[in-house]
């Protein structure tokens, strides 16, 4: 009954940006860690950004580069990602963790995926 749709997704050049949003459907969920996963081909999927009562956070590799943030009054979050690299080519994931501890660790919900692929 919960969904969380991703977009924004799609292909830019190295070094360019894209912003992705993630907007979320029966529940509301300001009270919830969001966050930002990612899966590469041949690789696991793995962390990228996190919101909640704390803050932010970022993996190393995205800090810096991405910045995430949310509007609660559309129940949405966003990753606005620059100075793209190759490497940032993935499946980006949005991600919801219940958690009042406001980490991201094992997700109550999650999106269903937007493809960002960067060229060199």
Same mark, same amino acid.
């Given at each position: 009954q919960v969904q969380l749709v991703e977009s924004? @997704? @799609?292909?830019?050049q190295a070094g360019g940006s894209l912003r992705l949003s993630?907007?979320?459907s029966g529940? %509301?969920?300001?009270? !919830? %860690?969001?966050?930002w996963f990612r899966q590469?081909? @041949?690789?696991?999927?793995e962390f990228v950004a996190?919101?909640?009562? *704390? @803050? %932010?956070? !970022?993996? #190393?590799?995205? *800090?810096?580069?991405f910045s995430i943030s949310r509007d609660n009054a559309k129940n949405t979050v966003f990753l606005e990602m620059s100075?793209?690299?190759?490497? #940032?080519?993935?499946? !980006? !994931?949005c991600a919801a963790d219940q958690s009042p501890l406001g980490v991201i660790r094992t997700p109550t919900y999650w999106g269903q995926? %937007?493809?960002?692929?960067v060229s060199s």
């Open positions: 924004g @997704g @799609g292909l830019v993630c907007t979320a529940r %509301t969920l300001s009270n !919830y %860690t969001m966050g590469a081909p @041949g690789k696991e999927r996190r919101i909640s009562w *704390r @803050g %932010t956070y !970022y993996s #190393d590799s995205v *800090r810096g580069r100075n793209l690299r190759p490497e #940032d080519t993935a499946v !980006y !994931y995926g %937007t493809q960002v692929t």
